[in-house]
């Protein structure tokens, strides 16, 4: 059997880390010896990429259309006085 | 970097909200459409940041408005010795303790046990057994997903802010701020008073439940297509 330096199921809590680049050299190069012959994992970690990348693309949510205006005017007050 | 402020008052465009000078100097000059862009920004994370103090969201709601009025109030004494980003949360961070500490229900973040910090974040049951031959292998590994662009759907969108409103209050304030704002780890650390292990530890469970959300949606969508 192949040494694969780590199993699949550490290699998914080693994820954040590794993209954090916060693994131990040693480490690293056991994650990476992974995923390039594990193709599971290397769809996991694709998909953890993304996710992030989603995330970083939601659309803004605001404050209520009042509060929002509420402040607008104090910022305006503020401003003139 | 030094803005042209006259212009920039004048006119219905806010500035580059990346450049903390150029904001700061239109902020102070009065410049509406600036001080717009920044709470439609930084809002909802504040209000992420708020919940982890006060127990109702009213009463977090109130605690931003209050921040946003101590930005209109302070920014001309703002010396810049943190970024304009980390100033602002921190207003957030010390308004929402101090309320609720006023409410008495002040919730520690120490003692939030919402968020089981050393629970498996990938079902083990996808997972082969030890006994096995290829024990820790996938089991039930994950299916590749439709190309990229069918994470840019609204309906996408909406299953993931499901998703991050779901978890707990620690793992939402984290992920918001790191991967929806953009805030570098030094940042978050600072904001949510985290060491930096800790913080990736809600980072990495908050970034797995959403990916298994979008996973089920994903798998979901394959089956009825």
New interface residues.
């Given amino acids: 059997m192949i040494d694969r330096g780590v ?4 290699l ?2 080693l ?3 590794y993209l ?1 680049g ?1 693994l131990p050299p040693s480490e690293r190069v056991r994650f990476e010896l992974h995923i390039s012959i594990c193709e ?2 290397t ?2 970690l ?3 990429r ?15 259309p009042t ?2 205006d ?3 005017r ?3 007050d ?3 006085h | 970097m030094a803005v042209p402020v006259e212009r920039s008052a004048s006119t219905a465009v806010p500035v580059d909200l990346s450049d903390d000078a150029a904001v700061i100097a239109a902020l102070r000059a009065g410049h509406e459409p600036t001080f717009a862009a920044l709470i439609d920004r930084w809002s909802s994370a504040m209000l992420r940041v708020a919940l982890l103090h006060v127990s109702s969201r009213a009463v977090a709601e109130e605690v931003v408005q209050d921040a946003w009025m101590g930005v209109v109030r302070g920014i001309s004494r703002f010396e810049g010795r943190s970024s304009l980003r980390t100033w602002v949360f921190r207003i957030v961070t010390n308004l929402s303790k101090t309320r609720g500490v006023r409410e008495a229900r002040s919730i520690p973040l120490s003692a939030v046990h919402d968020e089981r910090d050393h629970a498996a974040t990938v079902d083990a049951d996808r997972f082969l057994d030890a006994s096995h031959r290829w024990g820790h292998d996938w089991a039930r590994p994950p299916r590749e997903w439709a190309p990229e662009d069918s994470l840019l759907s609204k309906e996408t969108g909406d299953v993931i802010r499901r998703a991050i409103d779901e978890l707990g209050p620690r793992q939402r304030a984290v992920i918001t701020l790191r991967d929806e704002q953009g805030f570098t780890s030094k940042e978050v650390c600072a904001t949510l008073g985290l060491s930096e292990a800790n913080q990736r530890v809600l980072l990495h469970r908050a970034r797995a439940a959403v990916r298994a959300r979008l996973e089920e949606y994903m798998d979901r969508r394959l089956v009825t297509r």
């Fill in positions: 199993t699949c199921k550490e998914v809590e994820v954040t880390d954090e916060d599971d994992c769809t996991y694709d998909q953890m993304a996710t992030i990348a989603a995330v970083g693309r939601l659309p803004a949510e605001s404050i209520p509060s929002r509420e402040l607008l104090a910022f305006r503020w401003h003139e």
